[in-house]
Each structure stands twice: as C-alpha cells, then as structure tokens.
C-alpha cells in the first residue's frame, strides 16, 4: 500500500503521515462510539455494580476516608497551602478559545459573593479567587473580618453556623445598596463551593432578570414552593434581590423569605430533566448508592434524580465540599 502511495506523482505523502492519519481515524471512531454509548452504559445494571463495587474497594465506605455527607465533617477541611495557578488565555493551547464565553459574560453580567470566614480567607478563599471566581463580572467575600487582599467586606455579625442567616441577609443588603448596578444576577456561594460561571450564564441567558426568581439545588421541606441548598449555591435575578425583606438556617430561611415576597424558586434542570447545581462533591452524585435512598438526601429532594451519569447536566453549574 505505502509503495503504491510513493509512486503516485500527483501525492507526496509520507508514511508516517499515513499512520497518523490512521491511528487518528481509529480513536476518533473509539472516542465517538464511547460518547453514542455513554447513556446505554450508565443504565446497564452491570456496569454500575462493577463501577460501584471498584469504586468502594478504592475510596468508599471500606477505606479510612471518611463519607462527607455533613457540613460538620469539613469544618476543619483546608484548601492547599501554595497559591492555585490558572492557565493563562495566552497560553498556545488556550488562546482564542475564549470568544464565545467572553461574548456571554458581557451580556449575562454576574455579581458573585462568597460566604467565608477570618479562618477561610488563606486556606479557601483565596483559591476561589485564584480559580472559578476570576470569571465572575464582579467578585466578593462577605467575612467578620476586612482583608484586601480578597477583598473582604467586614459584615457586623458572629461566626458560626447559627449566624449564617444574618450574615446572608447583610450580605444581601451591602449588595443592594452598593454594587446593585453593577450586575444583572447575584450568586450566593461559600467558600468551598466550586461553580461553572460559564454554565451559569448559559442557564440564564434566556431568563429575564426583571422577574422576580431564582434558581438552585431545590429541596422540599418547610417552604411551599420548595428552597435551595445554601452549599450549592444560589443566584437571584435583580428583581429578586431588590424584593428582600438572625438566627435560623440560611437556604431555609432564604427560601422563605422569597416565598414570602413572591420571588419564584425557578426550575435550573436542563431539557431532560438532569440537574445542574449540586450540594456535594460530584463522587457523591455519580456513584449509584453513594446518597442512601433512605438517607435525608432523597428525602429532601424537589426533584427526583437519576444514579450514574444521568443525575448530571452536561452544563452542571456547582459542587460543593
């Protein structure tokens, strides 16, 4: 075959082009067999016992790490001690790869403030700030505590998880009277939630931030029309924000507040009905049994969701933890 390529005089084309080419023909075809496949494999009932089975005999419930359902198992958690570095947009492989997601943050404007703490500001905060936060319109962490160099603002309230609601209602207001121009929607996360502002923006790009809602990991329990996981993040239209009203639990107590002022808790699933802003990390979410069906999870749950790939949107927006 290569000696008959060499003797056409119409083509130059050497061999080792020849097997490139046909080693990239083969993992194409691998790469998008995978991808058709990708549904038919996460409903297959072997192939998520045997995922679930590899996964527990690495990292699940047989092995010293802990299964981090509860905010209380990470209090203490710390970030990585050395600054977290960002591939620059100039860099060979990113370069011109931005045009579309810079077009949407133009027209999606997105105000993001971040619930931290003194304790936080080194082992957490920072790398928010390092990281996902760099992509949002206009950043800020909300702290008992100033510090330049987040910035954070000195909110007159206690730490702890008994003043988060207070905090989150201060929060609220220093945005309203300070940055409420500034953006079209305002996302509420913590420190060590991690969020996909692209994603985000995509989700709101056809929404209409003059009516009153906003969008989350809904749960179920003590408001009508359901609240939002604080961890996962949420994020209110500029109707919403302008419609607010210490103690008590901040998602809860912010879903009713909303309810209370007619704000409605928007649907965020994509068109198939997977989520996109979740309260744990993506593990928890991915493995199928992970979240106990008898656990407090499913039992909070607005939506019902799916085990395997299929509980996630391709355009997931948050994880938290």
């Not at 920072?126 to 910035?151: E, Q, Y």
């Not at 919403?240 to 009713?256: H, I």
């Not at 008898?294 to 749950?301: A, E, R, T, V």
């Amino acid at each position: 075959m290569f000696e008959t390529i060499r003797r056409l005089p119409s083509m130059n084309v050497s061999r080792p082009t020849v097997v490139f080419l046909g080693v990239g023909f083969v993992f194409g075809l691998s790469v998008s067999y995978l991808f058709v496949n990708t549904q038919r494999f996460t409903n297959n009932e072997k192939f998520l016992k045997d995922f679930k089975s590899n996964w527990e005999s690495n990292y699940g419930r047989k092995s010293s790490r802990p299964v981090l359902h509860d905010a209380h198992d990470l209090e203490d958690a710390e970030g990585p001690a050395s600054e977290v570095v960002f591939h620059s947009s100039e860099e060979d492989a990113h370069r011109g790869k931005y045009a579309v997601a810079k077009e949407l943050a133009q027209n999606v404007r997105v105000l993001c403030w971040i619930m931290t703490g003194p304790q936080n500001h080194v082992s957490k905060a920072r790398h928010v700030k390092a990281t996902w936060g760099k992509r949002c319109n206009k950043l800020i962490f909300m702290s008992s505590k100033a510090d330049k160099t987040l910035p954070a603002v000195k909110l007159d309230v206690k730490e702890g998880r008994d003043s988060l609601w207070g905090k989150t209602k201060q929060a609220f207001e220093y945005i309203y009277k300070k940055h409420l121009d500034d953006a079209d929607w305002f996302l509420k996360a913590d420190d060590d939630t991690y969020t996909i502002v692209e994603n985000l923006r995509h989700l709101l790009q056809d929404k209409n931030t003059s009516e009153p809602i906003f969008f989350g990991h809904k749960f179920k329990p003590f408001v009508s029309q359901g609240y939002f996981s604080g961890g996962a993040g949420y994020v209110l239209s500029k109707a919403a924000l302008t419609r607010q009203d210490n103690g008590g639990y901040e998602d809860v107590e912010m879903g009713k507040c909303m309810n209370k002022l007619e704000v409605e808790a928007g649907d965020s699933r994509d068109s198939v009905g997977r989520k996109r802003f979740f309260p744990f990390v993506p593990e928890h979410h991915l493995i199928p049994g992970h979240l106990p069906k008898d656990g407090w999870y499913h039992k909070y749950i607005f939506y019902p969701e799916e085990e395997g790939l299929a509980c996630c949107s391709d355009n997931a927006i948050s994880f938290h933890y």
